[in-house]
């Protein structure tokens, strides 16, 4: 069975970091895409980060409003995807979701991780 | 970026009814399109892949379907279950953009 499950958010001020991760279970991790995507309070859906398995080069997309402020990487090792969240604004509040390409496109969502930017 | 444009915002209908939620795409998005349903404090779970293609496990009377740039997610024979917020989302070019979501009540 596909497992993601989100950890690290929590309260942080504004431009200060934090790291937030996902791990994964019941498939071969490294074989697979994995997203990152938010959602601010009351609000919709917003994608922030993509990167591809090795197959496809690990290649790394970013939203343009985290871009140059979070990096996503991944440790296939551990079955983890990370999303490391630099110089953090309020706007950045959100509860956080990892996703994983399995049989398509953002088939299987973990149950996300609230992270708080105030000061 | 591709605007994902969803119709209606929010919606009412009773128990059994036929509900549809159109999504417009500001442009050619070949058919890759999802569909979600969110629950109050529940992580997104999709329903529609590539527009038209059920995913393993939902109901039957869930069906999207739809080409270029316009897209509609249909609900046959409404439940109770069903109360929720629906969003599309287009996976053909970065970035990844979603409908601004329809919210659905059951009268």
């Known amino acids: ?119 | 970026d591709i605007q994902m444009t969803q119709s209606p915002s929010a919606l009412s209908a009773s128990v059994g009814d036929r509900i549809t939620i159109t999504c417009q795409a500001s442009q050619d998005i070949g058919n890759y399109l999802n569909w979600y349903q969110q629950k109050p404090g529940k992580a997104p779970k999709l329903l529609i892949y590539d527009a038209s293609n059920l995913e393993a496990g939902v109901p039957s009377r869930f069906s999207g379907r739809g080409s270029g740039t316009l897209y509609t997610f249909t609900i046959n024979s409404l439940h109770p279950e069903d109360i929720a917020t629906y969003y599309c989302q287009q996976y053909d070019s970065l970035p990844y953009t979603f409908g601004q979501g329809a919210k659905l009540e059951i009268k």
């Open chain 1, 1 to 119: 069975e596909v497992q993601l499950v989100e950890s690290g958010g929590g309260l942080v001020q504004p431009g200060r970091s934090l790291r937030l991760s996902c791990s994964a279970s019941g498939f071969t991790f490294g074989e697979y895409a994995m997203s990152w995507f938010r959602q601010a309070p009351g609000k919709g859906l917003e994608w922030v980060a993509f990167i591809r398995s090795k197959f496809y080069g690990g290649t790394i997309d970013y939203a343009a409003s985290v871009k140059g402020r979070f990096i996503i990487s991944r440790d296939d090792s551990k079955s983890i995807a990370n999303l490391q969240m630099d110089s953090l604004e309020i706007e950045d509040t959100a509860v956080y979701y990892c996703a994983v390409n399995y049989k398509c496109y953002f088939d299987f969502w973990g149950q996300g991780t609230l992270v708080t930017v105030s000061s």
